[in-house]
């Protein structure tokens, strides 16, 4: 359970996020949505532990636990995944190396066994394969010559071995054709289940036709300013966020 | 060891030397260095290779492998033109002296070097390394010890048409010692020298290589990380001379600095009239780990023919946010995060380094430098 309460932040003098109170059970998927500018890559940052955000007010409990004093490490062993709006590129870090590494710091935290080289790789490709990528993605840099839709699979791949208990998808949706969105989609939703949640962060409403929300919420002025069901995004698809920073 | 004589420090290049500026030798000077000890019982690696054994400078073949191309020490010329190579030649009294004849591949050696001993002493090994047509050599180099020492080897190596010499030199002396390498290599037609050094050790260091392309498409590599911390100072300096047509040449030099370290670099390729279809290129980038480490960078390009590629760069950087906030939001810890970084940013330097056990002392030799940073 993620429990956002009264939440502002700032970066440097400027308050970005003045007061976003949400809450999402597990086992449910939370839209939002919003204009640019509107502070929802800023929300996924602070949620996740980036540094240069000042929380001025508030507190973000998940599980219970007040993920603002963690380091951004241990709130992913915690279950936190952040999928990048921009994922970052890695020149001379392979992408295999990278990903073992950060399944077996998660797994070596959570009181599981480390995988090695093999039964990692028996693990990778069969994901990589689940999600169309080509088998020569585990042995690129990581995200380095990556096409845009590459990145956002890239960022998939990592959110299927990481097991996340709470998955927020920062605009992977985002130039990303039908065929790629619906891959995307199903890799949230196999993993869905009562333990798991996500916050899905999008510009249009037709990731929503693939993954299909429980409540969306609008961002605006770094507030939430409306929530509803899965048919607000509809709406909003029709009439776009004209007066709602008002509302 | 017979005939030793004390290290001539009239000779010592001072920093008036343009090739001397960014590094002062003038703590050597307060030093008196004596006879080298006798070292017997080394800390050898346990790399599975062919090995030659200096001691304290002197060959130890109690610990050396029986080469049929390995002969006797063979004194150098009395004058020289490098200052520290002078200082070697009226003091050399030992060194390896590898002989592959033509068609022959001698696969890998290990020239190992180790120092230690109660007070500061000096040693001025002369090694020659000469390879015939077609020959190809691996020579991986540990140099290592303990206490105050000034090792000053010289290596003259001549690579007869279409040899090639691998020559990766893990230098980790000790932290008190003063380690300066001249290296002077003749590079035949169609013949390649690939070297690769790591600075890790030693107070002050120095590798000078001096890569003569003298025949069409020759081909030298020089490629070097500097891994440092404390007050340790380390120099890569290349002169490479493009003295026939069609030679590449490729230098990558990567520094990693901690605390208040010091690295330099300075590159300078030479082309001839006529070493037409040079290609040349050099990279240097140094990692700042502290506000208070520093790089200094001084290519040099002197170029008198006109077809060809010269290209030079340098960055001066920190560790990137954006990447180590990546890496640790998936769950990566920050020291390990870290180190993931410095090592991707070393890898084009190391790549070109293919012998696997050559690869695996680096990658070794790197991860233990981190641990102990
Ligand atoms: N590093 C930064 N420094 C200053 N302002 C920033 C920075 N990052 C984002 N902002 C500002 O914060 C606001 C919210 O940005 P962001 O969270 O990226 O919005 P969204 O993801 O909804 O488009 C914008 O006005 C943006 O200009
Ligand atoms: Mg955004």
Request: hydrophobic share 45%; charged share 25%.
């Amino acid at each position: 359970m993620l429990e956002i309460k009264n939440l502002h932040a700032r970066i440097g003098e400027k308050e970005i996020l003045k007061g976003v109170n949400l809450s999402i059970p597990d086992g449910q998927i939370h839209a939002i949505m919003g204009p640019n500018g509107a502070g929802k890559s800023t929300l996924s940052y602070v949620l996740s532990g980036r540094d240069g955000y000042e929380v001025t007010e508030g507190e973000v409990l998940y599980n219970g636990a007040n993920i603002l004093e963690m380091a951004p490490e241990d709130r992913a062993i915690a279950g936190i995944f952040l999928a990048f709006q921009y994922p970052v590129e890695l020149p001379g870090v392979g992408n295999a190396n990278f990903l073992r590494t950060a399944l077996n710091a998660i797994r070596r935290k959570r009181g599981q066994e480390e995988l090695d080289a093999v039964a990692f790789l028996k693990l990778a490709r069969a994901v990589v394969k689940s999600l169309h990528m080509k088998e020569d993605f585990l042995k690129r840099n990581v995200n380095v010559g990556f096409s845009g839709g590459e990145k956002k699979r890239n960022e998939m791949l990592q959110m299927t071995l990481l097991q996340p208990g709470l998955a927020i998808l920062d605009e992977t949706d985002s130039g990303l054709d039908i065929d790629a969105l619906k891959i995307v989609a199903d890799g949230v939703n196999a993993l869905r289940s009562e333990k798991f949640s996500a916050l899905v962060i999008t510009h249009y409403q037709r990731l929503l036709d693939h993954i299909i929300p429980d409540m969306v919420h609008v961002l605006a002025g770094g507030r939430i300013v409306r929530s509803g069901s899965a048919a607000l995004a509809l709406e909003l698809e029709e009439h776009g966020y004209a007066g709602l920073e008002a509302a | 060891m017979p005939g030793w004589k004390p290290p001539d420090m009239t000779a010592l290049p001072t920093r008036k030397l343009e090739a001397w500026r960014y590094t002062d030798l003038r703590p050597l000077t307060g030093i008196t260095f004596a006879t080298p000890p006798a070292l017997s019982a080394p800390d050898l690696p346990s790399l599975d290779l062919p090995r030659l054994v200096f001691l304290n400078g002197a060959a130890a073949p109690e610990f050396s492998a029986d080469l049929p191309f390995a002969g006797a020490f063979v004194p150098p010329d009395a004058e020289d033109v490098l200052p520290l190579a002078q200082i070697n030649a009226a003091a050399a009294r030992d060194g390896a002296t590898l002989s592959v004849p033509a068609g022959q591949d001698a696969g890998a050696l290990l020239l190992f070097a180790q120092a230690g001993g109660e007070t500061a002493f000096a040693m001025h090994p002369r090694h020659r390394i000469v390879l015939g047509e077609g020959a190809h050599l691996t020579l991986i180099e540990i140099a290592k010890g303990n206490g105050e020492y000034w090792h000053n080897p010289v290596f003259d190596i001549a690579l007869a048409k279409g040899a090639r010499l691998e020559h990766v030199r893990v230098q980790q002396e000790s932290e008190a010692a003063f380690s300066l390498c001249t290296i002077r290599a003749e590079i035949g037609e169609g013949a390649a020298y690939e070297h690769f050094t790591a600075a890790i050790g030693a107070r002050i260091s120095r590798t000078e290589i001096h890569a003569t392309l003298v025949g069409e498409a020759a081909r030298a590599d020089v490629n070097a990380v500097e891994l440092l911390r404390g007050t340790q100072h380390a120099d890569v300096t290349t002169i490479i001379r493009h003295q026939a047509a069609g030679c590449p040449s490729r230098q990558v030099v990567k520094a990693v600095l901690a605390d208040d370290a010091r690295g330099v670099f300075q590159g300078r390729v030479e082309v001839a009239p006529g070493a037409q279809k040079t290609d040349a290129y050099q990279m240097t980038r140094a990692l700042l780990l502290s506000p208070r480490a520093e790089m200094d960078i001084k290519p040099e390009l002197e170029i008198f023919a006109d077809d060809v590629k010269c290209s030079h760069g340098a960055t001066i950087g920190a560790l990137d946010d954006e990447q180590l906030f990546y890496l640790r939001s998936r769950g990566i810890d920050e020291l390990t995060a870290r180190a993931m970084l410095v090592r991707a940013f070393l890898d084009d330097a190391l790549a070109p380094v293919e012998q696997p056990q050559a690869r695996g002392l680096l990658d070794e030799a790197i991860e233990s430098w981190w641990r102990r940073s």
